[in-house]
Structures are given as structure tokens and as C-alpha cells.
């Protein structure tokens, strides 16, 4: 593990958050979580952000990496940092069930532009992913979360996949409005089927919606009458989305 900590900030410009990873599971949102990575940059200052009140990113306090190696590998000297953390209240956003909250470390005035420069975060399996994708471009470029430098953090309750919630509404455009939201952790939507009497309509899509994101598609069935809309779609990982009970919606308009 310290040999690839080495490999990937040999050519990281600022630090890494190796912990917590992007998709961890915490035992309750009261619960202390531990951020912690390593830098390449002595006595360098990270700072942790939330998502929290008014959608917005939140200050969720500071650590500084060690002003002494923490341990050198392959001539590259490491800087260690950690930050033990009680997000706050307004950090945590309720799923159909459990709750998720979205963090990320930013290295304040780190970029080369005087900007703050934000730390990479990884998937779940990152290790054994190292050992797949042998190479540092290639260990970057698949083992980083698709989400980085974002990490979600769920409950235990939380749905175990994406759980795709619809509602209709009418467009001016003469088309009705098939609104997307993802209350579980991430998946992609792929297919959106409306119908009226005397009129229906497939969309074949792929569009990727995180936890708590959303997304309207817009149906070539007219918002007239009594217009049903069903969605399908998928798990990050290509499984079929499970959740089904909220992806079918009737509105009369």
C-alpha cells in the first residue's frame, strides 16, 4: 500500500484523500468519520467541505499534513494528514430510506492559479483496481472514483442501489415533463416509456445520475389527458435498478 501511495502522488501536484473512499458506509450520521491521505507538500493545509444548508459547500474544518516525512517510498517523501470529523446536521440529506451526505478535500490556494486545488478521492476497491490496471496513468485514470474529488457517504439503511423517483409535470412545449430523481446511490438512466390513449413513446437514453441528483426528459406524448410514464434504468455497475416501486408514475393533466 505505501509503494502505490508513492506511485500515485509522484504525480499528484497536491494530496490525496485516501480514506474516507467514495461510496463508504457510516454507521449513523452522529458518527466521527476519519479523513486521512497523504501529500507530497510539508506542513501543506487541507480543508474539508460539505454539501450542506442552501446547496452549497460548507466549511468542515482543517488538518495540515505532517511538517516531517511520514515515510519515504521510492525517493518520493510522503507528508501524512488526518481529520476526525462529526459532520454537521445540515450535511446529512434523506434517500427513500437512510440518509447520505457529500464531502470532499480541497488544498486552499494549491493551483497553480492560486486557486484551490482539490484532492483526488477513490472507489471502494482502489487496491485491488491498482492490481488490474497496472501503470500510474492507468491506476489515475480507472481507480479514482468517477465522482472525485467528491465522496458520497451513506447509513446502513440507505438503498443498496439507485432508486429512481418520478414525477410528470406540463411543458409548454407540448411535451410532457418526465422528471428523474435518484434517491439511492448512484445509477444510470436508460430508458423512459410514456403513454396517453391514442399516443406513446419510447426514449432510449444513458445519462448518469448521481445520489441526489435529478434530470427531466421530455416525452413526445402530449401532456393531455391521462398521461402514464414509466422509468428504467440501471446500477452504477450495470446490474438492473431493483427499486422499481418509484419509477412508474399517472398524472391527469
Given at each position: 500500500m505505501r509503494h502505490l501511495l508513492a506511485l500515485v502522488l509522484s504525480v499528484f501536484t497536491t494530496a490525496c484523500m485516501l480514506t474516507p473512499v467514495d461510496g463508504q458506509t457510516v454507521s449513523s450520521p452522529t458518527t466521527s468519520v476519519s479523513f486521512g491521505g497523504y501529500s507530497n507538500t510539508a506542513s501543506q493545509r487541507v480543508r474539508l467541505d460539505y454539501y450542506g444548508a442552501g446547496l452549497a459547500w460548507r466549511d468542515g474544518g482543517v488538518a495540515t499534513t505532517s511538517p516531517t516525512v511520514s515515510l519515504v517510498e521510492d525517493g518520493v517523501s510522503l507528508y501524512g494528514w488526518s481529520l476526525i470529523s462529526t459532520l454537521p446536521a445540515d450535511a446529512w440529506r434523506p434517500g427513500t430510506t437512510g440518509q447520505w451526505a457529500k464531502v470532499r478535500m480541497m488544498a486552499p490556494g494549491a493551483a497553480t492559479d492560486g486557486s484551490d486545488q482539490p484532492l483526488y478521492s477513490f472507489r471502494p476497491d482502489w487496491s485491488s483496481c491498482r492490481t488490474a490496471n497496472p501503470g500510474i496513468s492507468n491506476f489515475i485514470s480507472n481507480?479514482?472514483?468517477?465522482?472525485?474529488?467528491?465522496?458520497?457517504?451513506?447509513?446502513?439503511?440507505?438503498?443498496?442501489?439507485?432508486?429512481?423517483?418520478?414525477?410528470?409535470?406540463?411543458?409548454?412545449?407540448?411535451?410532457?415533463?418526465?422528471?428523474?430523481?435518484?434517491?439511492?446511490r448512484p445509477g444510470v438512466v436508460t430508458r423512459?416509456?410514456?403513454?396517453?390513449?391514442?399516443?406513446?413513446?419510447?426514449?432510449?437514453?444513458?445519462?448518469?445520475?448521481?445520489?441526489?441528483?435529478?434530470?427531466?426528459?421530455?416525452?413526445?406524448?402530449?401532456?393531455?389527458?391521462?398521461?402514464?410514464?414509466?422509468?428504467?434504468?440501471?446500477?452504477?455497475?450495470?446490474?438492473?435498478?431493483?427499486?422499481?416501486?418509484?419509477?412508474?408514475?399517472?398524472?391527469?393533466?
Open positions: 481507480c479514482q472514483s468517477p465522482r472525485s474529488p467528491v465522496a458520497y457517504l451513506y447509513t446502513p439503511d440507505f438503498p443498496a442501489g439507485a432508486d429512481f423517483t418520478v414525477s410528470l409535470w406540463w411543458s409548454s412545449g407540448g411535451r410532457t415533463e418526465v422528471r428523474v430523481v435518484n434517491n439511492g423512459i416509456d410514456c403513454s396517453r390513449f391514442g399516443s406513446s413513446s419510447t426514449m432510449t437514453v444513458s445519462h448518469a445520475l448521481a445520489t441526489g441528483e435529478s434530470k427531466s426528459f421530455f416525452s413526445a406524448v402530449a401532456p393531455i389527458g391521462t398521461v402514464t410514464c414509466s422509468v428504467t434504468g440501471t446500477n452504477e455497475d450495470g446490474t438492473p435498478e431493483a427499486n422499481t416501486s418509484n419509477n412508474r408514475r399517472y398524472s391527469t393533466f
